[in-house]
């Protein structure tokens, strides 16, 4: 448990304060101030993709709805790819490992992944034929 738990001491210093700073500290995100690479990080332009987000009901690191304004911020995306799962009984640790990751959050995920895949070709593709030599 420990060693996966304290992984983040592997961070890079400067790379955990500037998170702090970014996410916590300016609220970068909501405040359409986020810049990466020099480009304006834009939620509401994002389209093409299905959103879950999810929350341990217990979580003593994020507040509570913190994950869930991610729908409030992709507008883009439609209401129908968009789903959002608190976990019962599951702290901040809980939704990453153990048993509620196994139990709960991981086939949640797998359903969701698998609920918005694009429709499947309705034929196989066909193999090029290879020479007999």
Known sequence: FYDEYNAVLDM??????????TVFQDYALPN?????????????????????TIEGE???????GQTRSAHGLCLGIPKTDKDHYEVAGAGHYGIFAGRRWRDKVYPKI????RDHQPA???????????DAK
């Not at 499947?120 to 290879?130: F, I, M, N, V, Y």
Request: glycine share 6%; no cysteine.
């Open 12 to 21: 890079d210093a400067k790379y955990y304060l500037d998170t702090i700073k």
């Open 110 to 113: 797998k359903s969701f992944v």
């Open 120 to 130: 499947q070709r309705k034929t196989k593709a066909r193999l090029p034929k290879l």
């Open 58 to 64: 217990l979580d003593d690191i994020s507040g509570s």
């Open 32 to 52: 359409g101030t986020w810049e990466v690479a020099g480009k304006l990080v834009k939620p509401q332009d994002i389209q093409k993709t299905a959103l879950l």
